[in-house]
């Protein structure tokens, strides 16, 4: 039996090895502390984007504005000038990258003011453009 089983575990590995080796995303060589810097707020992102959303779902639309502005809009720019220079993102960037982040910052903020109206069609119209900017990064670049 255990015979079997190694082919069928390297079937289902190799796949997503050829996917990782064919990673054509530009690599932005960040320094270990900025890209751990990096990795922190991406997940922190993540975190804000769900409660944004579960609070939408609960037609709590300007407390998912408030969220979006202190979490991810313009608001949140400029968190990490307290640390050393190696532990900060966005001076590592490439200029396309930061570019592609600021974006976001200004799209998050756009969402924050339209759900400040309580209109939750309106603020649902707004929030493709916040995640836009998250997936065009994160499928043009890349940090390890």
């Not at 796949?15 to 751990?36: N, S």
């Not at 939408?56 to 968190?79: F, P, Q, Y």
């Not at 532990?87 to 903020?109: C, F, L, N, V, Y």
């Amino acid at each position: 039996m255990n015979r079997l089983r190694l082919p069928l575990i390297l079937a289902l590995a190799l796949p997503g090895a050829a996917r990782a080796a064919e990673d054509v995303r530009q690599l932005a060589p960040l320094p270990e502390a900025a890209a751990a810097t990096l990795r922190a707020e991406m997940r922190g992102n993540l975190r804000a984007l769900n409660e944004i959303v579960e609070l939408l779902a609960a037609d709590k639309v300007k407390e998912a504005g408030a969220v979006a502005e202190k979490e991810l809009g313009l608001s949140a720019m400029g968190r990490h000038r307290n640390l050393p220079m190696d532990a900060r993102p966005g001076p590592h960037m490439p200029p396309a990258m930061h570019g592609i982040g600021m974006e976001g910052h200004k799209a998050a903020s756009a969402f924050a003011q339209a759900a400040a109206s309580g209109d939750r069609a309106k603020a649902l119209a707004a929030l493709p453009a916040v995640t836009a900017g998250c997936v065009s990064c994160h499928h043009a670049y890349r940090i390890r």
